[in-house]
């Protein structure tokens, strides 16, 4: 598998605590089936503000520390980046990390209310021939009221990353439902881990995966852990699914084969 979002990096923000933290998250990762890790430590103006050049140093850092403690993952520089208006301007000037300086942009949004410029971030993103993702829509209050808000921005071009852990109820019984709707419907293409310490998601990536078996299938896991993911760290282009509009009535939501 492939992570596309993580919290690694230590006292960067958040997340890891210490270099020994890390160390012990990684192998919890590599037990898990991880083989790529993005490092996406938040990027939050006058809060989290590990640069550009900083978060490359750590990602070849961690992976020459990573080969003593026999651990055999990839790491590549990136961000989760909190949605502000100068965003797209710290992108430009370098002071921000794309995922693997790719094209691919991971964003976050506040979690309980709207982002009344959204739609002029995520145009300003396209002009300058990037490919914003938005991280964890499902613990996100606008869209458990609606999920079928994702489906316009997907037509604009926005693609989704769930958290893998949501499907457990990890964060909260209206995420949980929620991330079941928008995978069901075609409207995730992306699982991250959003993985900050250590004995959390990774520890119980086990259980994580055998709640998403009731949910998907194996060839959708893959793609949202493997190829897509993949595509992002060689920067290539990923082709989405025709997101499938959810009834009014959301009670009933079937298993497939």
């Known amino acids: 598998m492939i992570d596309i979002h993580s919290h690694i990096i230590p006292q960067a923000d958040d997340g890891s605590k ?19 890790i993005i490092l996406t430590s938040h990027f939050i103006e006058d809060h989290y503000e590990l640069n550009k050049t900083d978060r490359q140093a750590w990602a070849l850092a961690l ?24 965003m797209c301007e710290n992108i430009k000037n370098g002071t921000i990390c794309t995922l693997n300086n790719s094209r691919y942009v991971l964003f976050e949004l506040p979690m309980n209310t709207k982002t009344v410029y959204l739609n002029e971030i995520i145009f300003e993103l396209i002009s300058m021939d990037l490919v914003p993702i938005i991280a964890h829509p499902e613990r996100y209050a606008f869209v458990q009221k609606d999920p079928n808000i994702l489906i316009d921005y997907i037509e604009m071009g926005v693609l989704f990353q769930s958290n ?22 075609n409207m995730i293409h992306f699982f991250g881990s959003d ?5 959390t998601i990774y520890a119980n990536m086990n259980n994580i995966i055998e709640e998403l078996k009731k949910v998907i299938t194996k060839q959708e896991f893959k793609l949202l852990t493997e190829i897509n993911p993949r595509k992002i760290i060689n920067n290539e282009e990923i082709a989405t699914e025709q997101p499938i509009r959810i009834k009014e009535n959301f009670s009933k939501f079937f298993r497939r084969n």
């Open 18 to 36: 210490s270099i020994e933290e890390t160390f012990n998250i990684l192998k919890e990762a590599q037990d898990a089936g991880y083989t790529d």
């Open 63 to 86: 992976n020459e520390g990573i080969k003593k403690k026999d651990i055999n993952i990839n790491l590549y520089p990136g961000a989760e980046i909190f949605v502000s208006q100068t």
């Open 164 to 185: 893998i852990a949501s499907i457990t109820g990890y964060y909260g019984n209206e995420a949980k439902k929620t991330v079941k709707k928008l995978l069901q419907s």
């Open 195 to 199: 993985n900050h310490r250590q004995n």
